[in-house]
Nanobody, 122 residues
Framework: QVQLVESGGGLVQAGGSLRLSCAASGRTFSRYVMGWFRQAPGKEREFVAAISWTGGKTYYADSVKGRFTISRDNAKNTVYLQMNSLKPADTAVYYC???????????????WGQGTQVTVSS
């Protein structure tokens, strides 16, 4: 079992930055691929970024490539999402998730956090 708790969301102006954190419980954090997803009102949950067990491989949605950076600190059981050059279109609830494969499909992730709201004003 892995429990995930996101933090770091908030209100920011377009062009600004935020860093999301996701703290995981359990001693097996380093065995999981970690992903970030987001869901805007009236839209389906979409993939944002994912990182491999060791952090050596990352994968991003085209919409955030070059602006967002995913990283992890296995010693702290934490995964991060650094978000720069934010746009109003980035407004959503952001979720972190843990799974066993570096994939974009949300259905293949086993554990989910409760989400943190990110609002980008124009």
């Amino acid at each position: 079992q892995v429990q995930l708790v996101e933090s770091g969301g908030g209100l920011v102006q377009a062009g600004g930055s935020l860093r999301l954190s996701c703290a995981a419980s359990g001693r097996t954090f380093s065995r999981y691929v970690m992903g970030w997803f987001r869901q805007a009102p009236g839209k389906e949950r979409e993939f944002v970024a994912a990182i491999s067990w060791t952090g050596g491989k990352t994968y991003y949605a085209d919409s955030v490539k070059g602006r967002f950076t995913i990283s992890r600190d296995n010693a702290k059981n934490t995964v991060y999402l650094q978000m720069n050059s934010l746009k109003p279109a980035d407004t959503a609830v952001y979720y972190c998730a843990a799974g066993s494969s570096l994939v974009v499909a949300s259905t293949l992730y086993d554990y989910w956090g409760q989400g943190t709201q990110v609002t980008v004003s124009s």
